[in-house]
């Protein structure tokens, strides 16, 4: 079936970087964008940016733009984000999502979430 | 950016009873292709997000048919008919005309 299966929580120090990883399956990867959202401790939903898996170029939110690289090996259908510099208000679950490219579906398959604690 | 502002943020139902969240953005969501950009999505307690509406009238996949969306240019409304037990949660409206950017979140809970 199709899902989205995200890496392990990370507990980070301060100014450290976090990678996390978002495993596709049961869908073609190079057919749909694959988005990071965060959450912090009972907060909203926030975007981080996108990917597109077929071409590698990305798309990040101004508030992360020098902190956030998005990447992906399609040979093993995985997209990651990488978010340096890390800080406490750092501290989130991150989701990753998969949207069609050529057509507007929504936002229609979550991976399961990656809890990541920046703690001295 | 495009700034989304949901009301109201805390919402108790009476099982059976409609509900109704509305979202307005701060710029027209309307495409010139004629859709309205913008998404409902629920978060269960514990859960990812899930995607209820897309294209401001579309119901995803599997969404019962009690979840409606309606509105154009900058005021969208979600209303469930007759709210059950399992509808219990955080809605979000998101946009996604320029880049994406969700709602505060409401709140929705049993009376």
């Known amino acids: 079936q199709v899902q989205l299966v995200q890496s392990g929580a990370e507990v980070k120090k301060p100014g450290a970087s976090v990678k996390v990883s978002c495993k596709a399956s049961?869908?073609?990867?190079?057919?749909?964008?694959i988005h990071w959202v965060r959450q912090a401790p009972g907060q909203g939903l926030e975007w981080m940016g996108w990917?597109?898996?077929?071409?590698?170029?990305?798309n990040y939110a101004q508030k992360f733009r020098g902190r956030v690289t998005m990447t992906r090996y399609a040979t093993i259908t995985t997209a990651f984000m990488e978010l340096s510099s890390l800080t406490s208000d750092d501290t989130a679950v991150y989701f990753c999502?998969?949207?069609?490219?050529?057509?507007?579906?929504?936002?229609?398959?979550w991976g399961q979430g990656t809890t990541v604690t920046v703690s001295s | 950016d495009i700034v989304m502002t949901q009301s109201p943020l805390s919402l108790p139902v009476t099982p059976g009873e409609p509900a109704s969240i509305s979202c307005s953005s701060s710029?027209?969501?309307?495409?010139?292709?004629?859709?309205?950009?913008v998404d409902w999505y629920l978060q269960k307690p514990g859960q990812s997000p899930q995607l209820l509406i897309y294209?401001?009238?579309n119901r995803a996949s599997g969404v019962p048919d009690r979840f409606s969306g309606s509105g154009s240019g900058t005021d969208f409304t979600l209303k469930i008919r007759r709210v059950e037990a399992e509808d219990v949660g955080i809605y979000y409206c998101?946009?996604?005309?320029?880049?994406?950017?969700f709602g505060q979140g409401t709140k929705l809970e049993i009376k």
């Open positions: 294209l401001g009238s």
């Open positions: 710029q027209s969501l309307l495409h010139n292709n004629g859709n309205n950009y």
């Open positions: 998101m946009q996604a005309l320029q880049t994406r950017t």
């Open positions: 999502a998969r949207e069609m490219s050529y057509y507007y579906y929504g936002l229609d398959v």
């Open positions: 049961g869908y073609t990867f190079t057919g749909y964008y």
């Open positions: 990917i597109n898996p077929d071409t590698g170029g990305a």
